[in-house]
């Protein structure tokens, strides 16, 4: 299979990490390049196109984990695979997050955009790969659903990342993540269906973010030592493989910081966690990637 | 809208050892037809769509986020029964029943009797063909100290 990558055992791979950020702070170049990516591997109809990845979750594959113990394993590796898929296609592009926790609505990127009028990150179809399936999708229905609370989720965001096992974690993100699921309506709410809506990837991101983000605040607390070693379909990456981002060469935006390391000039200023999701950078002649020796992680 | 109500349970708490903690965890639950939202409340048998969160009772929610419609063939959507036999490795059936847990220890707090019967309301989704998809084989309270 020509996406399939192995993360290396042994050593810490040594490499530039790929920030993925909020969506809501992509600069116009870096939405486009988003759209361009997405564009492109819609484009595609084999094993590097939009549909056979949308079809690992849903139809026809369906390989995703939901309700069990690997919720959250799977669909890091999931994003980890399609992101490189865009990245085949956009170099350097990542996979945004949409921050539910205090929007109310649906990204401006993901909606109608009179400076994008076949906007990519627009549903319009489903194309179920090597099918000939393909039908028009029915519009999103944000917050029509009923019984559905309206976001933010803010609150129950907050309950979740106070749990105290990855067990129960898990489960308290999962509930956020289904209530989101039928929040937005249209293709998003079924399973079958979810992840042919771009807006997918921005919600798990956040999923995904929320995961790293606890991590950080429970460090050590992992899925139950008898999962770490199952390999999650297709490519069968480990659980254990996923535990670690900077292992799968991506960071949040807002995790990560930088400071100057003893050779840097006149002591610049470290970047604070807040500040890192601002920050903008530029290569300089001969540079070279971040190693933990330059003062990154 | 599709309502159930529970039979009485008895509220599990122990004197000596008020708990922290109370779940509501809905075993079983089918999930193949048409995602849904549901409201939980504790001895209001009449709820209704009106009822709302702000209501005496109301315990939690919970959406499902379901299978949809069947793009597959026919018996596409049908989990076996049981492993073909005793070297069946195949992972579960995408299908295969799932367990749903709500937090209710505030609601739960709030009962003063002695006994909860529970009732669930479910919403189908925009453009469901089942107007009850509400389906689950038991349900159980569980308070941790």
Redesign the interface.
Known sequence: MTLQVTVPAGPPARGTLSLRKSVDKLSDAELANLRQAFAGAMALDDDRGFSYFAGWHGEPFNWCEHHTSLFLPWHRQYLYYFELALQAIVPGVTLPWWDWTVSDSIPAAYGVDSRAPDNPLLVSQVRIYRSGQSEPAPPRTPGQNPGVPPLPYQDDWNQAMAATSFAEFQTAIEQVHDNVHVWVGGIMQDIQSAAYDPLFFAHHAMIDRSWRLWQTQNPGATPAATLLDNGLRPNGMTVRQTLDVTQLGYEYAGTAAEAPGPTAPNGTAAATPADASTQTSAPGPGDRPHTPSEGSF | ?QRWTSQPLPVPRHPQAPYARADLELHDVE?DG??????VYFNQADAD?NTG?AAPGYAG????????????DRGHCDPPAEPLHPFDRR??H?LTP????V?VTRALRAVAGDTIAVTV?A?????SDRPAPLRFSRLTLVTYD
């Not at chain 2, 919403?123 to 453009?127: Q, Y």
Request: net charge neutral.
């Open positions: 809208m999930h048409p995602s849904y939202h549901a409201l769509e969160r929610s919970f959406s499902v986020f379901a299978h949809g419609r069947c793009w597959g992972h579960l995408p799932i367990n749903i847990t937090e309301l919403f189908p989704a925009l453009g």
